[in-house]
């Protein structure tokens, strides 16, 4: 069984700086894409920040500029270090990977949700 435990949000002013971390753990093959959402009271879940397995980064336009992604594929672990917060940023950050998880019958590929990490930003 794959998990994803995220740690690092809390409470900050405008215009500090967090990081999150989301750790996979379980019997994991590989990791494939990476993934970093958020949710905001009232509004849908949004992508915030891509990174493949190759390097490849996308990132939110809210955002480019100000948050980086980044992986550590021999901790199985994903970041995202987030600058120069605004009140807009609060949500709850939910890192999303697409796992190779070992099973009796072989390596198959799913994706999966970390549980959510609050990062309030006040002005």
């Known amino acids: 069984q794959v998990q994803l435990v995220e740690s690092g949000g809390g409470l900050v002013q405008a215009g500090g700086s967090l990081g999150l971390s989301c750790v996979a753990s379980?019997?994991?093959?590989?990791?494939?894409?990476m993934s970093w959402f958020r949710q905001a009271p009232g509004k849908q879940r949004e992508l915030v920040a891509r990174l493949t397995s190759s390097g490849s980064t996308n990132y939110a336009d809210s955002v480019e500029g100000r948050f980086t992604i980044s992986r550590d594929n021999a901790k199985n672990t994903v970041y995202l270090q987030m600058n120069s917060l605004t009140p807009e940023d609060t949500a709850v950050y939910y890192c999303?990977?697409?796992?190779?998880?070992?099973?009796?019958?072989?390596?198959?590929?799913?994706?999966?949700w970390g549980q959510g990490t609050q990062v309030t930003v006040s002005s």
């Open positions: 379980g019997s994991i093959f590989g990791l494939n894409v």
């Open positions: 999303h990977i697409n796992v190779g998880a070992d099973t009796p019958w072989g390596t198959r590929w799913r994706d999966y």
